[in-house]
């Protein structure tokens, strides 16, 4: 489904992504329209795309893991989400998409993908730590994401295994119904459904991957080849990417909740285009990003590795760095840095 960009008014951008150079350039970009597209829909309603030159068209999925193929065939310019096995493969039959920039960090404090546990499981004592997880089912949105590596690591530091829970791979905005039911006994899910379990009294926010995974990069901005080629055009979009970042981030407190000094602005932006309630929005846990976009390339590694030990890589071998591509942050810093921007 196409959703039409918002327009605005503001200074035109100059150095290396100029307005001049994107002027009248359409770009594709693919949101999942959840709260971790929020700098997305930032930039385009205050209108630091508009301003940078370029047109932008938002084509929404139910699944990040869905961009892979329309990037890959150029249908697509930009995309994000989570790191998959999935996405690796691609690249290993050489689809050339690059990482970009941060889109979410599991930062202290901004635990937004808790282990969330069946409340009857707490309150009646059978599960009281991770530990006793043993043998019990955990929902996963899909198979070889970098949710499992997340789970894994916490399971690890309980001297378990990946292998000693059941997987159930049930898509987060269906947890609700599968912990309701009873079909599920535990789940890592993303906010706003997090909370909404717990407004549902349906599961308990158990525990927090941060302290076992701290900055686990879950989420993150992708390129399509198209900005190989025309570099000017994707430091447009990554300087109004970027300015979308900043405004998130003024909006939030350091507990990653909606109460900062725009927060009333981005809250307006973010539940009109996502349709979460405003309530519910104001209070999740949200995700960190880190505000000059840097990725976290040891935490890439590491959920690689996991991708890798678990048999889930095909074809040839993938590198992190080689698929890291951190020109256009660090283009757009400068641009974000010149006097007037």
Same mark, same amino acid.
């Given at each position: 489904?196409?959703? !039409?960009?918002?327009? @605005?008014?503001?200074? +035109?951008?100059? #150095?290396?992504?100029? /307005? %001049?150079?994107?002027?009248?350039? =359409?770009?594709?970009?693919?949101?999942?329209?959840?709260?971790?597209?929020?700098?997305?829909?930032?930039?385009?309603?205050?209108?630091?795309?508009?301003?940078?030159?370029?047109?932008?068209?938002?084509?929404?999925?139910?699944?990040?893991?869905?961009?892979?193929?329309?990037?890959?065939?150029?249908?697509?310019?930009?995309?994000?989400?989570?790191?998959?096995?999935?996405?690796?493969?691609?690249?290993?039959?050489?689809?050339?998409?690059?990482?970009?920039?941060?889109?979410?960090?599991?930062?202290?404090?901004?635990?937004?993908?808790?282990?969330?546990?069946?409340?009857?499981?707490?309150?009646?004592?059978?599960?009281?730590?991770? !530990?006793?997880?043993? @043998?019990?089912?955990? +929902?996963?949105? #899909?198979?070889?994401? /970098? %949710?499992?590596?997340?789970?894994? =690591?916490?399971?690890?530091?309980?001297?378990?295994?990946?292998?000693?829970?059941?997987?159930?791979?049930?898509?987060?905005?269906?947890?609700?119904?599968?912990?309701?039911?009873?079909?599920?006994?535990?789940?890592?899910?993303?906010?706003?459904?997090?909370?909404?379990?717990?407004?549902?009294?349906?599961?308990?926010?158990?525990?927090?991957?941060?302290?076992?995974?701290?900055?686990?990069?879950?989420?993150?901005?992708?390129?399509?080849?198209?900005?190989?080629?025309?570099?000017?055009?994707?430091?447009?979009?990554?300087?109004?990417?970027?300015?979308?970042?900043?405004?998130?981030?003024?909006?939030?407190?350091?507990?990653?909740?909606?109460?900062?000094?725009?927060?009333?602005?981005?809250?307006?932006?973010?539940?009109? /285009? %996502?349709?979460?309630?405003?309530?519910?929005?104001?209070?999740?846990?949200?995700?960190?990003?880190?505000?000059?976009?840097?990725?976290?390339?040891?935490?890439?590694?590491?959920?690689?590795?996991?991708?890798?030990?678990?048999?889930?890589?095909?074809?040839?071998?993938?590198?992190?760095?080689?698929?890291?591509?951190?020109?256009?942050?660090?283009?757009?810093?400068?641009?974000?840095?010149?006097?007037?921007?």
């Amino acid at each position: 489904m196409a959703l !039409a960009a918002c327009g @605005g008014t503001g200074q +035109a951008s100059s #150095a290396n992504g100029d /307005a %001049t150079t994107c002027e009248g350039q =359409t770009v594709n970009i693919g949101v999942v329209t959840s709260a971790s597209d929020a700098p997305f829909f930032i930039a385009d309603a205050k209108g630091y795309f508009k301003d940078a030159g370029v047109d932008v068209n938002f084509e929404s999925f139910d699944s990040a893991a869905k961009m892979i193929a329309p990037l890959g065939s150029g249908a697509l310019d930009v995309g994000g989400g989570a790191p998959s096995a999935g996405f690796y493969n691609a690249v290993s039959r050489d689809v050339n998409i690059k990482i970009v920039a941060d889109k979410g960090t599991m930062a202290e404090g901004f635990a937004y993908m808790p282990l969330m546990v069946r409340k009857d499981l707490v309150d009646n004592g059978t599960v009281k730590s991770v !530990a006793d997880l043993r @043998g019990l089912s955990v +929902a996963e949105p #899909a198979q070889s994401t /970098a %949710t499992a590596s997340t789970l894994s =690591t916490m399971l690890a530091a309980e001297d378990l295994t990946y292998d000693d829970v059941s997987h159930e791979y049930i898509g987060f905005g269906e947890h609700l119904a599968a912990f309701s039911n009873g079909g599920i006994d535990a789940a890592l899910t993303t906010e706003p459904n997090a909370t909404r379990l717990e407004n549902e009294g349906v599961a308990v926010r158990f525990a927090d991957p941060t302290v076992s995974y701290p900055d686990q990069q879950l989420a993150v901005v992708l390129y399509a080849d198209r900005f190989s080629q025309n570099k000017e055009l994707g430091t447009c979009v990554m300087t109004a990417y970027l300015k979308g970042v900043r405004d998130y981030a003024a909006a939030m407190d350091e507990d990653g909740r909606m109460s900062g000094s725009k927060a009333d602005e981005v809250v307006k932006i973010v539940t009109e /285009a %996502t349709g979460v309630e405003e309530d519910l929005y104001r209070k999740i846990v949200l995700n960190y990003i880190h505000p000059d976009g840097k990725v976290n390339k040891e935490s890439l590694q590491k959920d690689l590795d996991f991708f890798t030990n678990q048999g889930a890589l095909e074809g040839a071998e993938v590198e992190v760095e080689s698929i890291i591509d951190d020109s256009f942050v660090k283009s757009a810093g400068t641009e974000l840095e010149a006097p007037g921007s």
